[in-house]
């Protein structure tokens, strides 16, 4: 009942709405997870997944709704400027729910100060930052009481970043493709990892979150819109498949309009890169 009190429609005349809805659901999905599978034996193992799983739930119907959407654009419309024009709408809609989720997870990871929430994400955050030693960098991050210190640092360069950026470009591709909606689960999925990583470098401080968030988000904005990009690029794909077939002279249009949003979105992730190796740590050590 919940994902449908939405009606993605209303959206149209206005993004900025999708914000809230990214607290809603985000918030929801924290603590439906903190009530009732926290003290599961089982089942609070998977906390962090079943977080993601609940975010996809609630967003279906919209990210449905947009995508079937922006594909009838797509059949009309051809050039970079006018692809960029056309689908900017719903991008930036996809950013609002993302920084929703954002939010969300990181005021009520913190508040609740229950890091079982999120142990998926910080096993992620771990092995990304110390991946010599995993183990230790979760039992240290584990224990919020016993916290002496911030996040870890690490020394990387733009190429590994790029690198593994274009992965989940990637991944994020193929799954809307298979999966129309499905990308969503990639995005819902970052914003949780960012929010457990906000956890870790505020030291499970509240008063500390809009600096983590900046920390974080600096060179997270183009690069979570580089795979909001993609998965509205996949979408559309899948979709004009679907309604046209390959041999059908639309699809050939479609594919063109694919190809400038996938450019777009390796553009994006460029840029997400150099301001990560260059930019951020010039504020935040």
């Known amino acids: 009942m919940l994902e449908s009190l939405v009606n993605p429609k209303r959206v149209e005349k206005g993004s900025w709405k999708m914000f809230f809805i990214g607290l809603l659901y985000g918030s929801l999905s924290l603590l439906l997870v903190h009530w009732f599978f926290s003290r599961d034996a089982v089942l609070s193992k998977f906390s962090g997944m079943i ?9 279906l119907p919209f990210i449905y709704y947009v995508i079937k959407k922006e594909e009838k654009q797509d059949e009309q419309i051809e050039g970079v400027l006018h692809v960029w024009k056309a689908h900017s709408d719903a991008i930036f809609a996809f950013m609002w729910l993302f920084l929703g989720f954002l939010i969300a997870f990181s005021f009520w990871y913190i508040l609740l100060q229950n890091t079982s929430l999120f142990n998926a994400q910080l096993e992620t955050y771990c092995m990304i ?3 010599g030693g995993i183990e230790n960098c979760v039992a240290k991050y584990s224990d919020i009481q016993g916290m002496m210190s911030g996040a870890s640092t690490s020394v990387v360069n733009f190429l590994s970043i790029i690198e593994n950026n274009i992965y989940v470009m990637i991944f994020t ?4 493709l298979i999966f ?25 401080h509240l008063a500390q979150v809009p600096i983590g968030l900046l920390r974080y988000m600096i060179h997270g904005v183009p690069e979570i819109a580089a795979y909001f990009v993609t998965a509205l690029a996949g979408g559309i794909l899948g979709t004009g498949i679907i309604r046209h077939g390959i041999k059908d002279k639309r699809f050939l249009h479609i594919i063109e309009n694919v190809t400038i949003l996938l450019f777009i979105s390796l553009a994006l992730l460029v840029i997400a890169g150099l301001m990560e190796v260059y930019l951020t740590p010039l504020f935040f050590k």
Do not use: D, E, H, Q
Not at 51 to 59: A, K, R, T, W
Not at 173 to 176: D, E, G, I, R, V
Not at 180 to 204: D, H
């Open 51 to 59: 977080v993601v799983l609940f975010c996809v739930m609630f967003s």
């Open 173 to 176: 591709l193929l799954l809307s």
């Open 129 to 131: 930052n110390s991946p």
């Open 180 to 204: 129309g909606a499905g990308a969503i689960f990639v995005l819902a999925w970052n914003a949780s990892v960012i929010a457990s990583a906000i956890g870790v470098f505020t030291r499970y």
